[in-house]
């Protein structure tokens, strides 16, 4: 008798499905244990992207009114270049006028 021969192969087949079933036993509840675990991590990682994303439309709202200011910064710099407007800050302000202009001043309550 060969290791081949259909006389074995009947004699083992029996315990051979039992180790199949054993197997394939293994094999699902790897199966279940790994997409568990993947499952878990799915619905982890997505509450963390929530509140970054949450947190990043904070930072962009600000983010667009610090840039609002500053381009409001740079036009009232880009004024100070004009004399005439220099000239209504002096008046305004500091209550400066040039020669011959007399101030016209209102009784405010």
Do not use: C, H
Not at 29 to 50: E, P, R, T, V
Not at 52 to 69: C, G, I, P
């Amino acid at each position: 008798m060969n290791r081949f021969s259909p006389e074995e192969k009947q004699a083992g087949g029996r315990f051979a499905a039992a180790g199949a079933k054993r197997r394939k036993l293994i094999w699902v509840a790897l199966m279940a244990i790994f997409f568990s675990w993947a499952g878990y991590i799915f619905f982890a990682q997505s509450a963390l992207i929530s509140d970054k994303s949450q947190e990043l439309a904070r930072k962009q709202q600000s983010s667009k009114q610090v840039n609002d200011s500053v381009n409001q910064l740079k036009y009232e710099v880009s004024r100070l270049n004009d004399n005439e407007y220099i000239g209504q800050l002096a008046r305004k302000w500091f209550n400066i006028y040039p020669k011959g202009e007399v101030p016209i001043r209102t009784e405010q309550p």
